[in-house]
C-alpha cells in the first residue's frame, strides 16, 4: 500500500470537483477548493474520519468496496480508479467495468433533476443513482452494502413487493428471471466461468422457492422498457414508464422512470420531489 501516492490521489481528486458536479449545494464560505472531507465522505457512504486519515496517510488498508465507493463518489476515470486500487495494494477488478461509473454517467444522472433514475450492471445491482430515485425509493435500495441486488431483494425480501399491486407481481417475478437468465448466458459467452454470477444465481435458487420454481421454465427476455405502477398511501398511485438505455460495453444500464402519460402521475412526482424522501422510503425499483 503506498500510503502517500494514495493520500495525494485523494486529495487531488477532491479539490478539483466542485458540489454542484455531484448534486451538491455550493452553499458559502468554502475555505478549500473543491469538496469537503465530510462531502466525499457523504457521497461514498463512508466516515468522515476515515476519509481524514486517507488522505493523512494513517489508515488501514482500505476494502476493494470502500475503493470502489471513492472512485464513484470521487467521479475517478476507469484508468485513475484503476491506479487507486494499485497504490492500496489490490489487483483492479476485472471485466469491463468491475462495476465502476464513468464520469459521464454520474453527471448525466445528477443532471436530471427532475426524473428519477439509475444505473445498474447486468445482474441487478445498482450500481449508482440521482437524488430524485433517492426520494423516490429512498432507503430501500442504496448504492452500499451487500443488498444492491434488485434481484435477489425482490425474491428474498417480502416487504419490497408491498407497494406494487398484487396482480403485476408475477409478471414482474418473471421478468427478473427471464432478464437474468439472458444476462448470465451473455457474461459465461463473454468471460468464461462468472463467479459473481453464479454465486447469485445458487443464492436464489437456495433460498427463494419461487425463483427456483421460475428458472426451470427456461424462459428468456432483456428487459427493454415497461411500466410499473407503485401505490403510496399520501399521493396515491405512480404509474412510471421505465426506459432502459444500455452503455457502450453493454454491462451497464441506464434506467429513467418517466410519469405515464394521461395518469397524472407527473404532478405526484412533483409532490414527491418538494416533500422529500422521508415519506418514500418504502418503495423500490425492482418493478423497472
Known amino acids: 500500500m503506498n500510503r502517500d501516492e494514495l493520500a495525494g490521489l ?3 481528486a477532491r479539490e478539483r470537483l466542485q458540489p454542484e458536479e455531484v448534486g451538491l449545494p455550493h452553499g458559502a464560505r468554502r475555505r478549500t477548493p473543491g469538496l469537503r472531507r465530510e462531502e466525499v465522505a457523504q457521497l461514498a457512504g463512508v466516515s468522515s474520519d476515515y476519509v481524514m486519515r486517507l488522505e493523512q496517510r494513517r489508515s488501514a488498508q482500505p476494502s476493494t468496496q470502500l475503493l470502489a465507493a471513492l472512485a464513484r463518489a470521487l467521479r475517478l476515470s476507469g484508468d ?24 459521464g454517467l454520474l453527471h448525466l444522472l445528477d443532471s436530471l433533476v427532475d426524473t428519477p433514475a439509475q444505473l445498474v450492471d447486468e445482474l441487478g445491482t445498482l450500481l449508482a443513482q440521482n437524488r430524485m430515485a433517492e426520494t423516490l425509493f429512498g432507503e430501500v435500495c442504496t448504492v452500499t ?15 419490497v413487493r408491498a ?40 443464492r436464489l435458487r437456495r433460498d427463494s422457492p419461487e425463483f427456483a420454481a421460475l428458472w426451470e421454465e427456461h424462459e428468456v427476455a432483456v428487459r427493454r422498457e415497461s411500466r410499473m405502477r407503485v401505490h403510496h398511501p399520501t399521493v396515491g398511485l405512480l404509474e412510471l414508464d421505465s426506459v432502459v438505455l444500455r452503455t457502450t460495453a453493454e454491462d451497464q444500464r441506464l434506467l429513467l422512470f418517466t410519469p405515464a402519460p394521461g395518469t397524472g402521475t407527473a404532478g405526484r412526482l412533483g409532490l414527491l420531489r418538494v416533500v422529500g424522501p422521508e415519506d418514500f422510503t418504502h418503495l423500490d425499483p425492482s418493478g423497472r
Open 10 to 12: 485523494l486529495r487531488r
Open 163 to 202: 407497494p406494487h399491486p398484487p396482480e403485476e407481481c408475477q409478471r414482474l417475478s418473471r421478468v427478473h428471471v427471464a432478464d437474468l437468465r439472458a444476462a448470465l448466458a451473455r457474461r459465461r459467452q463473454a468471460g468464461g466461468r462468472d463467479a459473481e454470477g453464479e454465486a447469485l444465481l445458487a
Open 80 to 103: 485513475e480508479r484503476d491506479h487507486l486500487f494499485v497504490l492500496a495494494g489490490h489487483r483492479p477488478p476485472a471485466g469491463p467495468r468491475g462495476g465502476h461509473v464513468e464520469p
Open 145 to 159: 452494502g451487500d443488498r444492491r441486488n434488485v434481484v435477489w431483494r425482490w425474491f428474498t425480501e417480502p416487504a
